[in-house]
Structures are given as structure tokens and as C-alpha cells.
């Protein structure tokens, strides 16, 4: 496979392209004019935290055979969409019905979002975004239009172009990319919203194998044996990041217990630097995260995959929790504690526990309190 440089200046895709990261970057003025700027602005100034959120529908994504043996069932995979050969998100599991506040866009979302589609040659699949009913649009197109107007995105103007054009092709397709796409987004909205960058760098969505990454002011990536990785930047502390994104909790688990390989990877390329590398999970929606304790199966043994989390290291952030490892050890322990408690029995399987007792973090935060988890 041909090495492939993203320069942190907007230069050279081609292999072998000489780096050189002292110049500022290019932004992305020949896709995002001032006019969708200011739409944009506009925009996010009128989104909330509510548009994030959706009504369950039904019982929560939880164990379902106690709390040793906590399982879920195999989910179906949607075909791949065009040219987004990455593995579909949750494509079983509804995200419930969406609030309709959540759907609506505004004519300068709608125009912001079109006009950008066209250039990049996929207007079909802005048309499919804004027509979906299936997840929050009015969040989706706000954290979409936020990156790429962002001016610390890493890559040449035609590697960031494909990546953008990727996650619209993602929004148009089946419900399984289109969440995966939102989550990706929110995500990367998220790390430039909170300035999390170190000064002067970059942040590379979607990176590939076989790809050196400059992220600014001299770094230069390799990911090693990853395939993919959603996002890739670097922190003030020079702590260089690999993250996986994901839309709920259930996914993850999902993804742990059919291809445990990609954190094996993502772990070995961290153990090449472990002073400064880092990986974490990002994780969109609290809906549905009692997931993190469905069963994977972990060098021939069965665990939770929030026992996976805990004993690798590896911290995440649901929604707008930043969960460290010592954080989900509590969780998990105060989620044993309660499950035990006689005072706290249900009728059934323990997904219905789960369903009654703690099905967002914010009924978990209440529920398990007094069992010791008193950080959410």
C-alpha cells in the first residue's frame, strides 16, 4: 500500500510528499464560504443538549441472564454504503422515536449543509440527511457544518474533501453508517468546541492504515497496524491520541466481542510510546449504555465489556461524561452491589433490572449513589 502524508499545512497527499508543518493552515474556504460560516454560526447558537437526546423504546440493551452471564444476542449487518467500507453502527437497535424539535433545521442549516454538498458532489445524500427521521438531524448537520468549517482538521484540502465527503455519503445510507456518521461528528465537534488541541495542531478524522498523519507544529503520526481510526490529535500535555467513536454503548460491546482484534491493535500501538500515546472511546448517547456490560469474550474468558475497558485502560466519555478507568471500576462495582441488593429485585431478566433501575446515566447517577458511584 502506498504511504500516504496528511499535512498539517493543506499539502501533498502524494507518497513521500516532503512535510512540513511551519506554515499555517489553508482552512477550507474553496468548500465552506464566509456565508455558510455565518449560517453556521447562526445555527449552533439555537442548538441545545436537548437535541442530543431521544425517547426510549422499549428495554434498555442490557443483560439478560444475570449478572454473570450478561449476553446479547447477534445483530444483522446492514450492507456496506458506497464507498464508507468501515463496519455499519448499531444497525439493529432504533434509537427510539426522535423528538420532532430534534428533526427541524432551519433554512440556513438546509442551505449551509446543501451548498456544501454540492461542491463536494454528493447533494443525493444531503437531500437523504435532511429527510431522515431516524436521528437527530438538527444536532447532526450542527456537528457536521462545525468540522468542516473548522480550520484544524488535518490533511490537504483533497483528503479533508474525501473525508467530508464520506460522512455525507454515511448520512445518506443505511441507519446503521447514518448513526455512526452523527457520533463521528459529535465527537470531533466536541474535542475543537473545548479546545482540547495542543496549539498549532490538527485533528484527523477517519485515518487509515498505510497513512502518515501530520498533526502540526512537528508531529507526525503512523498508526501502525490500525486499520482505521476515528479520531487522531494530540493534547497540550504532547500526549498523542487514537480514539474510537461510537454511537451508543451496546455498539461497542458489539464491536469488542466480534472483532476484539482493532483494540488489540489500537493497545500495541499505544504500547510503542506509552508515555505519549493515549487511547480512549467516545461513546454519543447514554441511551441504551448499560451495553458496556454485555458479555465479550476476552483471551477465552467471559467478561462485561466495561471489564474489557477497565483492565486495558482504557477511559471513555458517554455524552458529556468523562469516564477514567477508576470511575468505570466504580461503576461497575456499585452496579454489583445494587444488582444484589434483595431491596432492588425485579421480576425477570436483568435487563429489565437495568431498565428499571438505570437506564440513563442520569437514573444511575440518582440509583447508585448510595452503592458508591457517586461521580456521575
Not at 451496546?250 to 493515549?278: C, F, I, S, V, Y
Request: aromatic content about 6%; some cysteine.
Amino acid at each position: 500500500m502506498a504511504e500516504r502524508l496528511w499535512r498539517a499545512d493543506g499539502g501533498g497527499d502524494a507518497p513521500g510528499g516532503r512535510f512540513d508543518d511551519t506554515q499555517p493552515a489553508k482552512g477550507m474556504d474553496s468548500v465552506v464560504s464566509e456565508a455558510d460560516l455565518a449560517r453556521l454560526r447562526a445555527l449552533l447558537a439555537d442548538s441545545t443538549d436537548e437535541d442530543y437526546r431521544c425517547a426510549p423504546d422499549g428495554p434498555a440493551a442490557a443483560p439478560d441472564d444475570g449478572l454473570d452471564e450478561w449476553s446479547a444476542a447477534p445483530r444483522p449487518v446492514h450492507p456496506v454504503a458506497p464507498e464508507r467500507p468501515a463496519e455499519p453502527e448499531e444497525p439493529a437497535v432504533p434509537l427510539g422515536p426522535v423528538p420532532a424539535s430534534a428533526l427541524h433545521v432551519d433554512e440556513d442549516g438546509h442551505d449551509a449543509v446543501r451548498s456544501l454538498a454540492e461542491r463536494l458532489g454528493v447533494a443525493d445524500a444531503a437531500e437523504a440527511l435532511l429527510a431522515r427521521t431516524d436521528l437527530p438531524v438538527r444536532a447532526a448537520v450542527a456537528d457536521y457544518l462545525a468540522v468542516a468549517g473548522s480550520e484544524r482538521l488535518a490533511g490537504s484540502e483533497g483528503r479533508r474533501n474525501d473525508v467530508l465527503r464520506d460522512l455525507l455519503r454515511s448520512f445518506g445510507g443505511d441507519h446503521g453508517h447514518a448513526v455512526g456518521a452523527a457520533a463521528e461528528v459529535w465527537a470531533a465537534h466536541r474535542l475543537l468546541a473545548e479546545d482540547r488541541l495542543a496549539p498549532g495542531s490538527r485533528l484527523a478524522l477517519d485515518a487509515r492504515k498505510g497513512e502518515r498523519i501530520a498533526l502540526g507544529s512537528g508531529t507526525l503520526v503512523d498508526t501502525g497496524t490500525v486499520p482505521q481510526a476515528d479520531l487522531v490529535y494530540r493534547t497540550a500535555d504532547g500526549v498523542v491520541h487514537l480514539d474510537e467513536v461510537k454511537y451508543a454503548a451496546q455498539t461497542l460491546a458489539d464491536k469488542l466481542r466480534k472483532e476484539p482484534q482493532q483494540l488489540e491493535r489500537m493497545l500495541n500501538w499505544r504500547a510503542g510510546d506509552a508515555d505519549h500515546r493515549h487511547c480512549g472511546v467516545w461513546i454519543r448517547t447514554d441511551h441504551r449504555w448499560t451495553g458496556l456490560f454485555s458479555q465479550v469474550i476476552r483471551n477465552g474468558l467471559k467478561m462485561p465489556a466495561i471489564e474489557v475497558l477497565i483492565r486495558n485502560a482504557v477511559p471513555v466519555r458517554v455524552g458529556e461524561r468523562e469516564l477514567r478507568t477508576d470511575h468505570l471500576a466504580a461503576l461497575r462495582d456499585a452496579v454489583k452491589r445494587a444488582f444484589d441488593d434483595p431491596a432492588n429485585a425485579v421480576a425477570g431478566k436483568s435487563g429489565e433490572w437495568f431498565n428499571q433501575y438505570v437506564p440513563d446515566l442520569d437514573a444511575a447517577r440518582t440509583f447508585l449513589r448510595p452503592y458508591g458511584a457517586d461521580f456521575l
